[in-house]
């Protein structure tokens, strides 16, 4: 044994004989100071049952444009600078999903973020750039050569509804950032609404009820030990999300129905990987919370995976690529309005450290990209898959869109509902893929399951 693994070992062993068999924390990407105080803790109303089932009928807040908008068209010749790195492809739309792209890249690297309208790029300091769709899909984003060395990992987070109301929320050093998204794709002036933020993460956000609800990981503070999570609403205040003495790694907020929401998140350690959720309502003068559940333990995780949360019909599915007693598979863990939860995998080839996921609601479905190994051999090249979610939370395998080799950035949003674009960062450059309904194309519909 190394003597890096012996200390690794000593000190596991002591912090479990300390904590009493608590499991020992993964280490940071980097260690941040914890901040003294955190901001005040507004006060929440219990939720101990549901007050309402959700509309199943009715769409996620966010999942797709506003009534009335147009759809962007294929993309024919996706703006950019520079070839591509990845196969081309004509549109098939002889396929359960029309695949349009990528023919050009659109951006040099960079974690982007899919919204209704456009395309945003999170930039060093505080900024952002908006790529907005147009008839060929989306403008070009940032081509700065310095990106192809670095560029900022933690996401921005968009609130949008129907109504045309759109706000984004990013992580700059500790302070939580928002600012007003117009429908052209200009931001204003940012704000900082809450200052306990882990510098270099990821926000989670959406608008429902009328008012935009972000969860975050904060940094640890003199009430918890931990990162947690915490809970930013517009006009109400900061909320804990994460009990006392627990912590999360990765968060996401899902809308199961007007003013309804769960949240999830990863609390991925060393030894074990637990997976919380969280039910809140979000009512006109407070905001009422449930109690926090464990839903899944997933073994030692690989590298730092991250949790992707969607709709699927009544309730919220956590998506987690995960290690396994057999190898390695992508988790849908499926949680009700009840707080039920229904746990199902899809077995990949191979292993993965970095195996970015991502998701949205369109064609009447819910419908999820990911990464995977195209082969079994160590070293195989990876694919962009398709699959969709079933009505028991099944992750069904439909098709590869892609060859990328090696996917670094994932995201996606429906622009309408029978558009998904993709935006995916291989290699050095980022690429848009558009998925529409092929064949099957029908009138709007809520995605399925519950």
Known sequence: MTPFAE??????????????????????????????????????EPLATPSAEPD????????????????????????????????????????????DGPEQPIAIGGAATVYSKGV??????????????????????????????KWPRGRVAVAE????????????????????????????????????????????????????AVAYLAAPNARNAERHGRLWVEGGGVLDMSPEGSGATSISLVSVGEGQVIAMWLD??????PVHARRFEIREKTTALAADDVVFVGGPPE?????????????????????TDKGFAL????VDWNG??????????????????????????????????????PGSPQVLEIATLGGSGAIEAQEVAAYPGQVLELHAAAADANTIWVVYTAGTKSFAMRLGCGVKATAPAAPKGK
């Open 7 to 44: 200390r690794a070992l000593v000190g596991c062993m002591a912090a479990a004989l300390v904590l009493s068999g608590a499991a020992c924390r993964r280490p940071a990407p980097k260690k941040d100071k914890p901040l003294p105080q955190a901001p005040p803790t507004a006060s929440a």
């Open 56 to 99: 199943e009928d009715g769409a996620p807040a966010g999942s797709a444009a506003p009534a009335g908008s147009t759809a962007p068209a294929g993309s024919a010749a996706l703006a950019g600078a520079g070839g591509g790195s990845t196969k081309k492809r004509k549109p098939r739309t002889g396929a359960r999903f029309l695949i």
């Open 120 to 149: 945003i790029w999170r930039l060093s300091g505080n900024a952002a750039q908006v790529s907005p769709f147009g008839p060929d899909g989306p403008a070009a984003g940032p081509s700065e050569p310095e990106r192809a060395r």
């Open 161 to 212: 509804d129907a109504s045309g109301v759109m706000h984004t929320y990013w992580v700059e050093g500790s302070g939580l950032v928002r600012s007003a998204l117009d429908a052209a794709g200009k931001l204003g002036a940012p704000e900082v609404v809450a200052n306990d933020a882990v510098p270099g993460t990821s926000p989670s956000a959406l608008r429902t009820g009328g008012r935009d």
């Open 268 to 273: 991925a350690r060393s030894a074990m990987t």
């Open 303 to 323: 590298g730092y995976p991250e949790l992707v949360g969607v709709r699927a019909g009544n309730s919220a599915a956590g998506l987690l690529p995960l290690a």
């Open 331 to 334: 988790h849908d863990i499926l």
């Open 340 to 377: 039920k939860a229904k746990i199902k995998t899809l077995d990949y080839p191979n292993g993965m450290d970095t195996a970015p996921v991502a998701a949205a609601s369109a064609c009447g479905e819910t419908i999820v990209v990911y990464a995977r190994p195209e082969a079994k051999e």
